[in-house]
């Protein structure tokens, strides 16, 4: 197991290598000037100029590159245009702000979808059975911006229960510690924050987690499905096990590879697809960070998010990995 890791590590280089150099080149072919857009529209040419040279623009593109990933390699991600900040320093709060919707997110999905898909196997081809089925496929198909913008209008406007945009009360802001505010609030005691951080997460959470929570609903009942018709199952029926003990406990764990799966992968898309959701719901997240780099033409930034991204991605993938070995002994790495 650890050589294996070992190895996948390894792998885990030329991957991202390979991903920064189609990032960069992208970037850099997108239209726009970051030294006119810092120093606006009626800036000087001299100016202009001036400033395109402090910041290495003038250089050829491979130049660039290689400056920007011997310096990523030492552990700097650069400095951003716009800030003038360490996006070492600065990205952390976003970054924290985006894992704690997506993981408030992805524990919606997996408690509605697996128990939704878990019962639909169960009851086949009953009325709940269709009805799950039938709520899975409109949640794959709703827009996210749509269902974003009807939650904000029903909740937060109509029923007035639930705030619609922010991650706290701008008035009684929390104190940032780890910039994970459910912890921060725990940590100081806060309750009133605590619940007040809760209900701004609720609505996001939704829009952000209806997809997975579909995709996963879909896939734990084809997998519960194909379980139940094993031997074993029967044998376990025949000695007179209770159904909810034959299905959680014997079926789901054997049904769990493929579930696992198509988490690590919504886990992922979740941190890297939720600048939707964050420009919708006002969330400070990495999807809003790199969102506001892009019309600014940072790049820096915006390449230095990317490679963050696509980081806890790959790292993502290697723990599904690990996973398989661990629900199902029989996998074996080497």
């Known amino acids: 197991m650890l050589a294996y890791t070992v190895r996948r590590l390894i792998m885990l280089i030329p991957v991202?290598?390979?991903?920064?150099l189609i990032v960069f080149s992208i970037i850099h072919a997108i239209p726009g000037d970051p030294a006119l857009t810092i120093l606006g529209e009626k800036a000087s040419p001299q100016s202009v100029e001036?400033?395109?040279e402090n910041l290495g623009l003038n250089n050829p593109w491979y130049q660039q590159y290689f400056s920007y990933?011997?310096?990523v390699v030492?552990?700097?991600?650069?400095?951003?245009l716009l800030t003038k900040k360490e996006i070492s320093g600065e990205i952390g709060p976003y970054l924290a702000a985006?894992?704690?919707?997506a993981i408030f997110s992805l524990i919606f999905a997996l408690f509605v979808g697996i128990n939704a898909g878990i019962i639909s196997a169960w009851k086949q081809n009953s009325w709940f059975d269709y009805l799950c089925m039938l709520i899975a496929l409109i949640g794959v198909s709703m827009p996210v911006f749509w269902l974003g913008l009807m939650e904000q209008w029903l909740f937060a406007q109509e029923l007035k229960w639930l705030p619609s945009v922010g991650r706290d009360n701008a008035r009684d802001s929390v104190e940032a510690i780890t910039h994970f505010y459910l912890i921060d609030t725990i940590m100081a005691g806060r309750w009133d924050q605590f619940n007040d951080?809760?209900?701004h997460l609720i609505l996001p959470g939704i829009a952000l987690g209806t997809i997975p929570m579909a995709i996963?609903?879909?896939?734990?009942?084809?997998?519960?499905?194909?379980?139940?018709?094993?031997?074993?199952?029967?044998?376990?029926?025949?000695?007179?096990?209770?159904q909810f003990f034959v299905v959680y406990k014997h079926a789901l764990k054997n049904a769990m590879i493929p579930i696992i799966t198509i988490v690590g992968l919504q886990l992922g898309m979740l941190l890297g697809g939720a600048i939707l959701t964050e420009t919708i719901f006002g969330w400070p997240g990495i999807g809003?960070?790199?969102?506001?780099a892009i019309n600014n033409r940072d790049y820096p930034v915006i390449q230095s998010g990317i490679l963050v991204i696509a980081v806890i991605f790959v790292l993502i993938n290697l723990v599904v990995d690990l996973l398989y070995a661990y629900v199902d002994p029989r996998i074996k790495y080497r």
Not at 218 to 238: F, H, K, N, P
């Open 197 to 199: 951080v809760v209900k």
């Open 69 to 71: 990933v011997k310096d």
């Open 16 to 20: 991202l290598f390979g991903m920064s």
């Open 98 to 101: 985006t894992t704690e919707l």
């Open 216 to 242: 996963i609903a879909r896939i734990t009942r084809s997998s519960m499905l194909e379980v139940m018709r094993s031997d074993y199952i029967r044998t376990a029926r025949a000695k007179g096990l209770g």
């Open 50 to 52: 001036e400033l395109r």
């Open 74 to 80: 030492t552990g700097d991600l650069g400095t951003s």
């Open 288 to 292: 809003s960070y790199i969102y506001t």
